[in-house]
């Protein structure tokens, strides 16, 4: 006899859905400008264009981009097997196509098609209509004055056949894995975000590196929570809030709370090359007997103030927010009344201590302040009990042997409504959607509901003998 490997489901949800065709959406996010080589590197970044979870599969990257101002230097891919390496097919400089379309830097206009293929076999990635994921990076150099010359902005657009179609018939296409060796290439493209004179300094560079002093908002987001052991964690983030492009450098944050719902638990850079040595500074139970502050929770006032030291100068804070420190508040002895939950920044003219203040980094060495702009605290109050969808149905268990590939499981469908596959009961991220998925792995989960789902688990035993 072999050895039982499992019986197996995950966690299944069933959501709202249409029969839509599926979109993508496409954009250019910085990812580094460098001011004494002259070099500007952009994240090419996808996502479903509409509410719609599905996989992807290859990709084919066109663009134009102003040659008189840049030249491209490398791509590279941030993509995992089954995709390939970004492959470049034409990199041509400096063409005049004025008499052919309507571009403000048609006469001297450069173009750029590399491809991304992948092994279908496997599954491809999915693509959420809430996450740009990263495909790959591309670098620019230029010889003229564009990162000292507040009137020139490097501009480049993406192929499709709406505006470009004069210049080639060659556009961004992004296809759709359906199932082994099966893909989809009829997925459009829905929004193409291009950069231009309206992206601030992404497109026109002495606004970073002339030296102006940087400002920046931040924010706090849910982004975790465990009920077992009832520790969540938020995720602080900023972004520049002054057309600026700036290196993240030192950093401290002090966040107030209420003592009696939570305790503090951990704090963490989110960012590699930080240093931990000083990451937590203090924490402290607080009171301001002469009303200080201005908070809802100011009779169980707690506060947590960390620093982070930053040691590398790779980091750049742009027009888009990002994660730079984590903290996670333990709710196990929580005896607080209130229905709502308030983490709050400590700031001047909120508390006469406690502030967060973040540098920028420049040549290696914190040069100023960046001056805070706007704080948004986190603030939410439990919501309503939600009327609960009926369980997913399982077809049945199936079993393998020791040796065996995973087999396909599957539920019963519901009209008007869409499956998700999970691998934790609460929170998480879908890995895949549909009635049918096909395991890579054992696990196994313990049964629970939550508001607008029921779980519908079972487990992998990986000690029982059956007879193969």
């Known amino acids: ?32 400008i460098n001011c004494e080589t002259n070099e500007v590197c952009y994240d090419v970044q996808i996502k479903s264009g509409n509410e719609r979870l599905w996989r992807f599969a290859g990709q084919n990257y066109r663009l134009f981009y102003n040659g ?24 041509i400089q400096h063409l005049d196509l ?31 209509p809430d996450v740009w994921t990263t495909t790959s990076s591309i670098c620019f150099t230029s010889e003229v004055d564009l990162m000292e010359n507040p009137d020139l902005c490097f501009e480049m657009v993406w192929a499709r056949e709406e505006l470009t179609f ?17 893909t989809n290439d009829l997925v459009d493209g829905k929004e193409y975000h291009d950069l231009d004179v309206e992206n ?18 931040s924010k706090i987001v849910l982004k975790s929570s465990d009920s077992l052991s009832n520790i969540s964690c938020y995720a602080i983030q900023i972004k520049s809030s002054n057309s600026r492009i700036w290196t993240l450098g030192n950093r401290q944050f002090s966040l107030l709370y209420d003592g009696s719902q939570a305790e503090f638990h951990s704090a963490q850079s989110s960012i590699s090359g930080s240093s931990a040595s000083s990451l937590v500074d203090r924490v402290d139970t607080l009171s301001f007997p002469n009303g200080s502050t201005s908070v809802s929770f100011q009779d169980n006032l707690s506060a947590v103030s960390f620093a982070i030291d930053q040691d590398t100068d790779n980091v750049f804070i742009g027009n888009s927010y990002v994660e730079v420190a984590e903290v996670c508040l333990d709710f196990s002895n929580n005896s607080g009344t209130s229905e709502c939950l308030e983490i709050v920044f400590g700031r001047s003219g909120l508390t006469e201590e406690y502030f967060s203040e973040i540098t920028e980094l420049y040549s290696g060495e914190d040069n100023s302040k960046a001056n805070p702009n706007v704080f948004t605290d986190y603030n939410k109050c439990a919501a309503a009990p939600c009327p609960e969808l009926d369980a997913p149905i ?17 539920v019963q469908e519901i009209e008007g409504y869409e499956v998700r596959w999970f691998t934790t009961p609460i929170g998480g991220v879908p890995i895949a959607q549909g009635a049918v998925y096909e395991p890579e792995m054992a696990g196994m989960l313990c049964i629970m509901q939550r508001p607008l ?10 000690d029982l003998l059956w007879p193969c």
Request: with cysteine; proline share 3%.
């Open 98 to 128: 004025s008499a052919e379309g309507n571009l403000s830097f048609d006469s001297d206009i450069s173009w750029l098609n590399y491809y991304i293929d992948m092994n279908t076999a496997q599954a491809g990635q999915i693509l959420s």
């Open 394 to 410: 399982s077809k049945g268990d199936v079993r393998i042997c020791e040796g065996e590939p995973f087999p396909f499981i599957s």
């Open 1 to 32: 006899m072999k050895k039982l490997v499992g019986l197996l489901a995950f966690t299944v949800l069933f959501v709202l859905s249409s029969n839509a065709q599926n979109y993508f959406d496409i954009r250019l996010a910085t990812q580094s």
């Open 166 to 182: 004069n210049y080639a018939t060659a556009f961004v296409e992004v296809s759709e894995w359906v199932a082994v060796n099966s």
């Open 453 to 462: 789902m029921k779980i519908l688990i079972a487990i992998v035993q990986k």
């Open 200 to 217: 601030g300094d992404e497109s026109c560079f002495a606004l970073t590196c002339a030296g102006i002093t940087p400002s920046y908002d």
């Open 68 to 91: 008189a101002l840049a030249e491209f230097s490398s791509v590279s891919g941030h993509l995992n097997e089954p995709y390939t390496q970004p492959e470049v097919v034409q990199n």
